[in-house]
C-alpha cells in the first residue's frame, strides 16, 4: 500500500510516499481503507519537530481521517464491512476524563496516523460518522470538530443565549461558529480578512471584528455585548492572543484554551482579577465523540472543506495550512 512517512529532523519537503506491506488484522480488528484527511496545526507541528511530546522518529503523518471498513475480525460485532467510519484521534480515551497514559495513543504524533491507503484498528477504536456527512467532511470531525464539541459541552455546557467568541476562521474556529449557532447562541467571529468574515456572516456569526482595522478587539467585544463580555471564548491564538481573550469574557466565563499558533506569556494576576477559568484541553472521548455524531446527524451540519489536495500533494498541503490563508479545513483525498 501507498502511505506517507516522516523521520524525524527532515523538512516538509522531504516528505514522500512510500511502500509498505498491507497491515494485518486481529479477532476484534477493522481494516479500514482510507478515503480523506484532513490537517491540523499539530500536524504541522509534528512534521517539523515541534510537537510538544514524544513521538515516533518514523512515523505516518495526520491525525484525522475517514474510510470505509473492508475486513472484519472474527469477534468484531458493532461493524460491517461497508461501515463509513472515522477513528479516534486519541484511539484509548473511551469515556471520563482523560488520563496521562492516554496521550501516548494520539494518532499521526505518539503512533501512526492516517496518512495512508489502509489502517488496521481496533473496533472501539472507529465509530461511524453521520450519514448525510462526505468521508472529507467527516475527516475533519476527530481533532477539530471534536476539540470544539468538547469545549461546548464540557463542565459549563453552552445554552442557547450564550455568547460565543471564536479567533479566525480556521477549523476549529469554523466548527465553532457552527455548531454554536446551531444550538442557539449568540457568536462572535474575529479574522484579518472581511472576505472571511462575511463568509463566517454568511454561516450564521452574528458579530464579526477584524482584528487588523480594529486592533483593540477586546474592547469592540466589551461593546458588542454591553459591557458584559461573552460567556465562552475558543482561544486558538495561543500566549499572543489570550490577555485580550480575558478582558472579552465575563467574570466567570470560560476560555477554552486549544491554539499554541503563537507563542507569549501571562501574568497570572489577569486571570485572578478577571475571574475566569481557562480550560485546556485535547479532543475528547470516544463517548464525546458519539454524543457529536448524534448532534451533528440531527443538525444537519455540514462541516466546511476549504480546499481538498491529491494525495501527492501533502507537502503543498502543509505548506498551506502553515500560510494560515485557509477558511475552514484543508483535507487530503486518499482513495
Same mark, same amino acid.
Given at each position: 500500500?501507498? /502511505?506517507?512517512?516522516?523521520?524525524?529532523?527532515?523538512?516538509?519537503?522531504?516528505?514522500?510516499?512510500?511502500?509498505?506491506?498491507?497491515?494485518?488484522?486481529?479477532?476484534?480488528?477493522?481494516?479500514?481503507?482510507?478515503?480523506?484527511?484532513?490537517?491540523?496545526?499539530?500536524?504541522?507541528?509534528?512534521?517539523?519537530?515541534?510537537?510538544?511530546?514524544?513521538?515516533?522518529?518514523?512515523?505516518?503523518?495526520?491525525?484525522?481521517?475517514?474510510?470505509?471498513?473492508?475486513?472484519?475480525?472474527?469477534?468484531?460485532?458493532?461493524?460491517?464491512?461497508?461501515?463509513?467510519?472515522?477513528?479516534?484521534?486519541?484511539?484509548?480515551?473511551?469515556?471520563?476524563?482523560?488520563?496521562?497514559?492516554?496521550?501516548?495513543?494520539?494518532?499521526?504524533?505518539?503512533?501512526?496516523?492516517?496518512?495512508?491507503?489502509?489502517?488496521?484498528?481496533?473496533?472501539?477504536?472507529?465509530?461511524?460518522?453521520?450519514?448525510?456527512?462526505?468521508?472529507?467532511?467527516?475527516?475533519?470531525?476527530?481533532?477539530?470538530?471534536?476539540?470544539?464539541?468538547?469545549?461546548?459541552?464540557?463542565?459549563?455546557?453552552?445554552?442557547? *443565549?450564550?455568547?460565543?467568541?471564536?479567533?479566525?476562521?480556521?477549523?476549529?474556529?469554523?466548527? /465553532?461558529?457552527?455548531? /454554536?449557532?446551531?444550538? *442557539?447562541?449568540?457568536?462572535?467571529?474575529?479574522?484579518?480578512?472581511?472576505?472571511?468574515?462575511?463568509?463566517?456572516?454568511?454561516?450564521?456569526?452574528?458579530?464579526?471584528?477584524?482584528?487588523?482595522?480594529?486592533?483593540?478587539?477586546?474592547?469592540?467585544?466589551?461593546?458588542?455585548?454591553?459591557?458584559?463580555?461573552?460567556?465562552?471564548?475558543?482561544?486558538?491564538?495561543?500566549?499572543?492572543?489570550?490577555?485580550?481573550?480575558?478582558?472579552?469574557?465575563?467574570?466567570?466565563?470560560?476560555?477554552?484554551?486549544?491554539?499554541?499558533?503563537?507563542? *507569549?506569556?501571562?501574568?497570572?494576576?489577569?486571570?485572578?482579577?478577571?475571574?475566569?477559568?481557562?480550560?485546556?484541553?485535547?479532543?475528547?472521548?470516544?463517548?464525546?465523540?458519539?454524543?457529536?455524531?448524534?448532534?451533528?446527524?440531527?443538525?444537519?451540519?455540514?462541516?466546511?472543506?476549504?480546499?481538498?489536495?491529491?494525495?501527492?500533494?501533502?507537502?503543498?498541503?502543509?505548506?498551506?495550512?502553515?500560510?494560515?490563508?485557509?477558511? *475552514?479545513?484543508?483535507?487530503?483525498?486518499?482513495?
Amino acid at each position: 500500500m501507498k /502511505a506517507y512517512q516522516y523521520r524525524m529532523g527532515e523538512p516538509i519537503a522531504a516528505l514522500q510516499i512510500v511502500d509498505l506491506p498491507m497491515p494485518s488484522f486481529g479477532p476484534g480488528q477493522v481494516l479500514i481503507k482510507m478515503h480523506a484527511a484532513s490537517l491540523n496545526f499539530r500536524d504541522l507541528l509534528v512534521v517539523t519537530g515541534q510537537f510538544p511530546r514524544v513521538q515516533q522518529e518514523v512515523i505516518i503523518p495526520l491525525s484525522d481521517g475517514a474510510g470505509e471498513v473492508v475486513e472484519v475480525g472474527s469477534s468484531v460485532t458493532t461493524l460491517k464491512r461497508g461501515d463509513r467510519v472515522t477513528p479516534l484521534y486519541c484511539q484509548s480515551w473511551m469515556a471520563g476524563e482523560m488520563q496521562d497514559s492516554d496521550t501516548a495513543w494520539s494518532l499521526g504524533g505518539c503512533i501512526d496516523g492516517v496518512a495512508a491507503e489502509y489502517r488496521t484498528f481496533d473496533e472501539m477504536g472507529v465509530l461511524k460518522f453521520p450519514d448525510h456527512l462526505s468521508y472529507e467532511e467527516a475527516a475533519t470531525l476527530p481533532c477539530a470538530g471534536l476539540t470544539v464539541w468538547n469545549s461546548l459541552h464540557g463542565p459549563c455546557p453552552l445554552s442557547a *443565549g450564550d455568547t460565543l467568541l471564536t479567533l479566525g476562521t480556521g477549523g476549529v474556529s469554523i466548527h /465553532a461558529l457552527q455548531m /454554536a449557532h446551531a444550538a *442557539g447562541a449568540e457568536v462572535i467571529v474575529t479574522s484579518s480578512s472581511d472576505e472571511k468574515l462575511a463568509r463566517a456572516r454568511a454561516l450564521g456569526a452574528d458579530h464579526v471584528i477584524n482584528y487588523v482595522t480594529t486592533p483593540d478587539w477586546d474592547v469592540a467585544v466589551r461593546e458588542i455585548t454591553g459591557g458584559r463580555g461573552v460567556d465562552h471564548v475558543i482561544e486558538n491564538g495561543g500566549g499572543a492572543t489570550l490577555l485580550r481573550s480575558i478582558k472579552s469574557t465575563k467574570r466567570g466565563g470560560w476560555i477554552h484554551v486549544i491554539g499554541l499558533i503563537a507563542p *507569549g506569556e501571562i501574568d497570572p494576576v489577569h486571570v485572578l482579577l478577571s475571574g475566569v477559568t481557562l480550560r485546556g484541553k485535547e479532543v475528547g472521548s470516544r463517548e464525546m465523540f458519539a454524543a457529536m455524531n448524534r448532534s451533528l446527524s440531527h443538525s444537519k451540519i455540514r462541516p466546511v472543506v476549504d480546499k481538498l489536495f491529491a494525495f501527492d500533494q501533502l507537502p503543498e498541503a502543509l505548506g498551506e495550512l502553515g500560510a494560515g490563508n485557509h477558511f *475552514g479545513k484543508l483535507v487530503l483525498s486518499i482513495a
